[in-house]
């Protein structure tokens, strides 16, 4: 019994919202009674299958519920990104080719693997139900939800409110996504808090097929290193999961103190004793850089070998402890391998390159605001031809060293 | 030129709504420029067969444009009547089974012909191009409509306001409505003003189709025999088109004075000249009833031969201008062939059969108000058991008159 307290513990640790209440006991329950696995779904869009600590916070509730044996089952949303957003409004929502949805789906799932057991792991496409799906059973699935229930989904309504249009087909995505889970027999769906509404159309929608309920989970919604919203790629504050271990280091040591707090209990694997004697340090007024390092050694030791966060450790004391910047350590970068048979290159394509793909509008404003260097002058032009020479030394905003070699 | 401008006010004539306002002239002038018919659409819901004269309004508005050498096209909705209502909050809308949707096309079919060309009518049932749309493509079509165009449908922006809950497949429907346009590239949708907003859907469709939007022409909804709502079988004061002789012109009779003008203009066949003559009578004084019959004979002679309209006309005199119950005529009812091998029959059934089947539920009021006599005895209890004997009269409501022999 004292074993099972522990499991529910240690589940609802950092979830934000089970509902119904006790759902998460009830399906632990009825699973043991009847000597079976609980399915646990997580849907994924594979429009973004570049994942970030803010995704891992989902991830390592999974990875849990695995270590104890249950099924995790993620469902690619493999129809709806392949009929996109054909209003055209969302560019972010344009329709995918099978081709991309199923690279996306393998980007995605070789990142998975960073947190939870792949192998283990059940991955099913909604295409597979949902494209061959009669339009008589569609008009049948979509009257059992009423529109006044779908406008209570905060975006809808507040669209709505402010005469932005919705189209029709958006307000179906809810129901499919709620379908997906009647497919699956889900128990618990996880998700993140902004979830919470698509989950529970899944509820309704098992209810009137006949089947339990399932429970909804919801994750907190990890802050970016702006702290001002959450982690998202589009917002360029993330720390991917899988950043070179410098990156990685550099960025979680960037988050203000606010964030401590949030970033103990959400992105480090510590027990939760150790996490409170960190929090307790700051409250005892010990620099918050003391323990930013232990966040960020965490961090890096989760996602790559523990070596490497050592030496990410010392980088960044080289780097960024030493003001000093002639003395900072630039990577080398081989003019022949990244910039094959080039002689110049303009400087927006240089810094995206060198960054590893960092998107060119991010970079451009980067420039644009004096966050680029090339021999310590600060270049403001983004179209201004750079000739490829060894021994130059760029600087691209705050953790960028290079040297061309 | 003269004779183009005569069609077009011919066509005009008790038009309510055309959309856009010279959609009419455009449409005809590009059928003639391309020497082509001009397609001609109307809706049927298969779940009510049975035509009146507020439907005939529509259909005669067709028989002119049929005479003109256009094509009428019928869109039978037996996708949505196979799939029906199944929040079951709407009796009517009950699923039909393919056999009651053909026999109820059937049934339509045949009464339509009592205005139309049938020969010369395409009829095509919207199952089939619904039943086998990929559910992609039904996600495009969603996608080209939004959710507060839809909402201006004064019917579901009145629930919504009332939070009366509605179903999202049925904010689907008139999308579909729209999309049989597309199917069969309509030039012109017919309907009552009540159709307003789904026919001017299937010009929204059609433009994003790529096709030229077709005009919508709407037709005055008319009144019903008791002056107050839109003729409705439900309401129970219609005239249908398969009406005896006596029971068309006796309806025709009861209206109030107050609706001459409009059954003048939208239920007789006079000319417009003949039309403004018999209002001008009214309006000079004329004994209203002298009209009424003027417009009962001419109905009566548009769906029945002309003899019938001189015998229905003998047969109300003989019964209501006469005005002692005692000479009226009475209809003689075989007791053998109405109700073979029975000896009683509880009142309710009795009615019932003796009216052609009129709703029972319409009887049981008409007996508890004291409408029903029997050997001019009222009788309100609608369970009585009557006796099924020789020569006993029978009197329900204000026109039915029946002797049993």
Redesign the interface.
Known sequence: MLKIQKMISTLKENTEIILPENGLEEKLVQAGKENRKLIIKLGFDPTAPDLHLGHAVVLKKLKQFQELGHQIVIVVGS?TA??G???GKNKARKPLTAGEVRHNAETYISQLSKVIDVEKTKIVFNSEW???????D???L???????R??HRKD?SKR?AE?T????????YP?LQGFDSVQISCDIEMGGTDQLFNCTMGRQLQESHGQPPQTVMCMPLLKGLDSREKMSKSLNNTIGLTDEPNEMFGKAMSIPDSLIDEFIDLTTDFSPDEKEALKQRIRNGENPMNIKKLIAGNIVRQYHHPEAAEHADRFFISQFQNKNPQEQAFEAVSIDSVFPAQRTINLVELCHRLKNGESKSFVRRLIENGGVKINRVTKTDPQEEIELQQGIKIRIGKRGFFELS
Chains 1, 2 share one sequence.
């Open positions: 129809f392949r009929i957003d054909p209003t949902l494209d061959s799906l009669p339009f008589s569609i008009i049948q979509m009257s059992k939800v009423t529109v006044a779908l406008m809808f709505f005469n249009p919705i189209a029709m087909h958006e307000l179906m129901v």
